[in-house]
């Protein structure tokens, strides 16, 4: 069986580094949610929340045992470092972006797409609840 899902993630922390969370929501390709994440990280960066959302969607994604995967993030950077555009310099983000390039290897095809904030609002709700939750 050749299942493609696909993954909205988003992370976010209020301050910079601040309280965050992550959220992430799977479908199929006929656009039935197979799960949603939404999970309290404590004191991260915006940047390191959106790695750790998109880490937990492929780790899930792994699980469902995905062949191919489509990721949209509304952060530009990690999409832009994930697909070679920009060097990862900060060190912080360095072993998640290996975390990332790790977990792709599961799968025989992985895209990383950036799509505006509107267009992701399922996947930042989860991670504004996951924050909420906390504060």
Known sequence: ???????????GARGNPGPAGIGAVLYD??????????????ETTNNQAEYKALIAGLKKAKELEAKEVKCFL?????????????RV???DL??????????????T??????????????ADRL????MDKMS
């Open 1 to 11: 069986m050749n299942k493609n899902i696909i993954i909205f993630s988003d992370g």
């Open 29 to 42: 390709e006929k656009k039935n949610k197979l799960a949603e994440i939404s999970k309290y990280l404590g």
């Open 74 to 86: 509304d952060s530009e950077l990690v999409v832009k470092q994930l697909n070679r555009e920009y």
């Open 89 to 91: 310099k900060h060190k």
């Open 94 to 107: 360095a072993p998640l972006f290996l975390e990332v390039y790790n977990l792709s290897q599961s799968f």
């Open 109 to 122: 095809n992985i895209e990383f797409v950036h799509v505006p904030r509107e267009k992701n609002s399922e």
């Open 127 to 130: 991670a504004n609840l996951a």
